[in-house]
């Protein structure tokens, strides 16, 4: 049999939703928000929770989330520590990811179940802010084996996404 690119109506994924929600610490890059929708419908969070900036659904946004956007529960809290705080009250585990002195392996990670992870993702420019790191339950870092210690946002949470899902399954 030939093989064929199949159509999106026709993959053999399961859908399904994880007790995961993406804070981002002050993102703003229509491009970063768009590709952070993306990849958070293709790996079934449940929430999206923009803070410090209130994300512009600009054309370039919604053209890189290909409509995603639509299908992925989002909303904006100014305050970071207080969306950390009221996920915490709820229940979840705090998993930053960024390269700090105590952070590990995102291999390493491991979940007690049934476990509810909230995802802190830092800005562009700045990363996660210290006050927020110090409210998070784990650091988190991705193995890199280049000379650079940093990759885009939307492509370091794709990354997480998929092995944070695999934990919670």
Do not use: W
């Not at 053999?12 to 981002?24: A, S, Y």
């Not at 993306?38 to 370039?60: D, H, K, M, N, T």
């Amino acid at each position: 049999m030939k093989p064929e690119q199949l159509d999106h109506s026709d993959n053999k994924f399961q859908q399904r939703q994880f007790p995961l929600t993406v804070v981002c610490d002050g993102i703003h890059s229509a491009s970063n928000t768009g590709s952070l929708f993306r990849v958070a419908e293709a790996f079934g969070v449940e929430e999206i929770i923009f803070c410090v900036y209130l994300p512009e659904f600009s054309r370039r946004m919604e053209k890189t989330a290909r409509s995603t956007h639509q299908r992925v529960a989002h909303r904006f809290e100014p305050e970071t520590a207080i969306a950390l705080k009221a996920l915490k009250e709820d229940g979840y585990t705090i998993i930053a990811l960024e390269i700090t002195n105590n952070s590990i392996s995102l291999n390493e990670v491991t979940l007690k179940k049934p476990a509810k992870v909230a995802l802190l993702l830092g800005g562009e420019n700045h990363g996660i802010s210290a006050e927020h790191l110090a409210m998070a339950d784990q650091h988190v870092h991705i193995d890199m084996y280049g000379v650079n210690s940093s990759m885009n946002v939307s492509m370091a949470a794709g990354i997480c996404l998929f092995e944070l899902t695999n934990l919670l399954k």
